[in-house]
């Protein structure tokens, strides 16, 4: 069990909390301040890395991610001072995969350049829509226009660039998300990811809603059509989804987030940011303080993390059936068993396969696509006693 974090292999996360403003529909840790002292975060973030790869001295690090919030507010010089002190710390291969969050807007798509000098390898803009007025309901602060720009200036710097978008919007139509499916897929490089719209509790979006104005969201046979039309469309374009959310040409996935889906271990650095990281011979649940100053001060005293927790084998087994279903590949049974002998009845493995929701393949149990529509559920029927 201490090695089983080498099926997935080993990440660092980095999130900056900061956004020019923020979405109504997103309840990640972000934050609006019009005051931030980069210097101080590089120190803190700098220090951390160190606590941290003193924990892990011995590995090798495959990948590293900015996210946010919005990484692409980081001064480049920021950035490039992170990734030198990644690579003193870690052994790491010439390909390693350095991505960074964007915003298409026209002043950071002007960074892009110095973060490429910096060593970032792969650019992920939230776009999130491609008409002027899905953007301003949902809070962008770009242009349909600047988007497409922005992309183009991303395509000239980076081999690799992925972009966002959200469907299931107000007043969207099926036939209005294959026309902008079709559009996106034509601008696309390698990666999509394609996220069916929330409303997460917290959210602006959320409490509109429960006053009754939000108005013209898709009912929910409706989303799953625009859910099943996205993996059609997808698909005939070469850009099979491998995830639930993500598609790709094939060998472009994001490295990055297939640590996390397939359960590898991922160090967390920053407020709001959680990790998963073997210790000896047990994974350990890491987290951080939210509010930024609060996270600030705590890494200038030399430790970023508010608790560490040792996992159960039932939540390591639990946890990583709920990760690996996600993925089309689907999960290594007797992985499962390793972390977990109970982890999962053969009983229901049988009954959801009955019903068309799960299929075996040798020691791997994938959702098929209709389980994929009705994930949350499979995973409940797989995990219950």
């Not at 409303?199 to 939000?214: I, M, Q």
Request: aromatic share 8%; net charge negative.
């Amino acid at each position: 069990m201490a090695e089983d974090w080498r099926a997935g292999g080993f990440g660092l996360y980095v999130h900056w909390p900061f956004c020019a403003a923020k979405c109504p529909y997103c309840d990640f840790n972000s934050h609006v301040s019009r005051d931030i002292d980069q210097g101080r975060w590089r120190r803190a973030y700098l220090a951390e890395i160190d606590r941290v790869g003193r924990l892990t001295a011995d590995r090798r690090l495959d990948t590293v991610f900015f996210g946010g919030g919005t990484p692409s507010l980081m001064d480049p010089d920021l950035v490039a001072a992170i990734l030198d002190r990644v690579r003193r710390t870690w052994k790491t291969e010439e390909t390693l995969e350095v991505t960074l969050e964007a915003n298409p807007t026209s002043v950071e798509a002007s960074r892009f350049r110095a973060y490429g000098a910096a060593g970032v390898t792969r650019l992920s803009m939230g776009v999130q829509a491609l008409n002027d007025e899905d953007l301003a309901r949902l809070g962008r602060q770009h242009s349909a226009a600047e988007a497409r720009a922005a992309f183009d200036v991303a395509r000239s710097v980076f081999d690799r660039v992925s972009f966002d978008l959200i469907y299931a919007r107000q007043h969207q139509t099926l036939e209005g998300w294959r026309a902008e499916l079709s559009e996106a897929l034509e601008m696309a490089v390698d990666h999509l990811s394609l996220y069916q719209l929330t409303l997460e509790p917290g959210t602006a979006f959320a409490e509109r809603a429960a006053r009754g104005g939000l108005r013209g969201l898709p009912d929910e046979p409706l989303g799953a059509d625009m859910y099943e039309l996205t993996q059609e469309i997808c698909a005939v374009a070469g850009m099979h989804g491998y995830e639930i959310s993500n598609h790709a040409r094939p060998g472009a996935e994001s490295r990055h987030n297939l640590i996390y889906w397939r359960y590898g271990d991922y160090a967390g650095i920053g407020p709001g940011a959680h990790g998963r990281l073997t210790l000896g011979t047990r994974r350990i649940g890491t987290d951080t303080e939210l509010a930024p100053d609060a996270w600030l001060d705590m890494a200038e005293r030399g430790h970023g993390w508010r608790s560490t927790e040792p996992l159960a084998a039932a939540d390591e087994a639990a946890e990583c059936l709920m990760m690996g279903l996600r993925l089309r590949e689907g999960v290594s049974l007797s992985r499962l068993a390793s972390l977990d002998p109970n982890a999962v009845r053969e009983e229901s493995i049988e009954e959801l396969a009955e019903l068309g929701l799960v299929e075996r393949a040798d020691d791997w149990l994938r959702a098929t696509d209709s389980g994929r529509l009705l994930l949350n559920g499979v995973i409940r029927q797989l995990l219950s006693e």
